[in-house]
């Protein structure tokens, strides 16, 4: 039988692998590969999923009335420049699908997101890099590679897998050195970690520019299971993403817990504090084992392990007690290894791991 060829664009993408949850081996496993919040979502949001197992017969609401009511609350938005989707990745899959087609660009930068590579070759779009400053997203850099093609530039700021952000300042330079017709996203998955006065997420451009902003409740919120995103953009473009999402996208135990999340308004700043706690406690440690890392605003920290021979090994060190956490090799930083925070017991076991393993390299 001849088989059917998927188009060509679909054959270069290379499958989108998820943080490991398996250690071959070991009695206990710490996840520390997918910047999740280990502490969990908020109890009101458990609570609001448990009451909406009872209507599992009934269809979710496919217009998503109450979550967009309670954003447009939250964050003082109009509800039509809002969607919600399975997750952003959904909503960013959306976006490209809606706006960027064969012989289209779509630009982000060198250690972008991987999801932006992978939904521009899904719609036959040509994904175009441009390069970094030490880490950093660099404007200049990034202006530079617009052509009369481009049609979307995204931005995770901060971003994943470096950690680093950009200033208000930079965002907004670049967003006036666009056309007006490029489609800026902005992907503000870790923007709740943040905590320094120059950052902004962006919201603020949306009322006269073509600017999108992505958010999740995979980090913070605690709710990765239940895959639930949302975005904020001018009411045309979200109109448009609109059409062509499937028509019950989310479902209604997310819509709940959501929902209820979101009324938790003491949640977000409470597990900030906590993170913020645990960051300096691990960071703190690296300093004093003289490993290198990239200074990090988020859930997690890209760590520097000299060679790739050397994360490699410090990969397989702390896979042996289970503590597992993410190689970026995929991100083309195979000297690195992206490690999430956890909570502080499992912060003690991350940090003597990194003390015996750099002390067993020490010794050899
Ligand atoms: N953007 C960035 C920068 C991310 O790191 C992630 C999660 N890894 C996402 C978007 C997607 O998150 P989700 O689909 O769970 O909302």
Redesign the pocket.
């Known amino acids: 039988m001849t088989s059917p060829k998927p188009k060509e664009s679909i054959m270069q993408i290379k499958p989108y692998v998820g943080g490991k949850s398996k250690a071959d081996g070991a009695q206990r496993i710490i996840k520390l590969s997918s ?1 999740e919040n280990p502490w969990g979502p908020s109890p009101k949001a458990i609570a609001a999923f448990e009451a909406a197992a009872k209507n599992l017969h009934r269809y979710p609401d496919g217009g998503h009335m109450e979550l967009r009511e309670t954003l447009s609350k939250t964050h003082g938005f109009p509800e039509n420049e809002l969607i919600c989707g399975s ?3 959904e909503l ?1 899959g959306l976006l490209i699908h809606a706006f960027a087609g064969k012989g289209d660009e779509v630009l982000y930068s060198q250690y972008g ?1 991987l ?1 932006y590579k992978i939904y521009t070759l899904a719609n036959e779009a040509t994904p175009v890099t441009a390069p970094e400053k030490e880490l950093h997203f660099d404007v200049d850099a990034m202006l530079a590679a617009v052509t009369p093609r481009t049609k979307i530039l995204f931005i ?1 700021n901060p971003n ?1 897998p470096t950690g680093t952000y950009i200033p208000f300042s930079e965002i907004k330079r670049l967003r006036a050195g666009l056309r007006e017709d490029v489609i800026l996203a902005l ?1 503000a ?1 870790y923007a709740e970690y943040m905590d320094v006065n120059d950052y902004d997420t962006g919201h603020g451009l949306v009322k006269d520019t073509n600017t999108v902003v ?1 958010h ?1 409740f ?1 980090k913070i919120f605690g709710l ?1 299971a239940l ?1 639930l ?1 949302w975005a904020h953009g001018p009411a045309a473009i979200i109109d448009a993403m609109n059409r062509i999402r499937s028509p019950f996208n989310v479902t209604a135990p997310a819509l709940a817990a959501g929902v209820a999340a979101l009324h938790d308004t003491a949640f977000v700043p409470q597990q900030r504090e906590k993170n913020a706690i645990e960051r300096k406690r691990v960071c703190d440690t690296l300093k004093q084992l003289g490993l290198g890392f990239v200074q990090s605003h988020t859930n997690f920290v890209l760590v520097h392990f000299g060679s790739t021979q050397k994360a490699t090994e410090a990969n397989q060190f702390l896979t042996q007690r289970g503590l597992i956490v993410r190689d970026t090799v995929a991100y083309g930083l195979p000297e690195y290894l992206r490690i999430s925070f956890g909570t502080s017991e499992e912060n003690n076991l991350l940090t003597q791991a990194l003390n015996d393993f750099v002390a067993s390299r020490n010794a050899a």
Request: without cysteine; negative net charge; charged residues 20%.
């Open positions: 910047n997750g952003s990745d960013i997101f999801m995770a994943n992907d998955a992505f999740t995979s990765p895959r995103g």
